[in-house]
Nanobody
Framework: QVQLIESGGGSVQAGGSLKLSCTGSISLNKCEMGWYRQAPGKEREMVSMFNSDRTTTSADSLKGRVTISQDNAKNTLSLQMNNVETEDTAVYYC??????????????WGQGTQVTVSS
């Protein structure tokens, strides 16, 4: 099993910044890592992710405001969020897509961290 532990959530005012971190129990370069979020009453959506070719994809609503990074030496995935908006309020999840890895063959999720943006 792969364990993912998020941290860095909390309350922030609109226009502010926040950095989320995710630490994995395995080397994160064994899977394709990403951040997702789920707001109350809405489906879970992709925030930003690494593609198989190591390029990144971010949601249109967040482009220019989020930066995803990965430190394989520390087994840590990070998400820097700038100029946050009240619509960014959600539970943020770290995801490890290990379906291409013969040792795991599934997607793993962290427990989530709450981000609340106030106006």
């Amino acid at each position: 099993q792969v364990q993912l532990i998020e941290s860095g959530g909390g309350s922030v005012q609109a226009g502010g910044s926040l950095k989320l971190s995710c630490t994995g129990s395995i080397s994160l370069n064994k899977c394709e890592m990403g951040w997702y979020r789920q707001a109350p009453g809405k489906e879970r959506e992709m925030v930003s992710m690494f593609n198989s070719d190591r390029t990144t994809t971010s949601a249109d609503s967040l482009k220019g405001r989020v930066t995803i990074s990965q430190d394989n030496a520390k087994n840590t995935l990070s998400l820097q969020m700038n100029n946050v908006e009240t619509e960014d309020t959600a539970v943020y999840y770290c995801s490890a897509d290990c379906r291409g890895n013969p040792l795991y063959r599934e997607i793993f999720w962290g427990q989530g961290t709450q981000v609340t943006v106030s106006s």
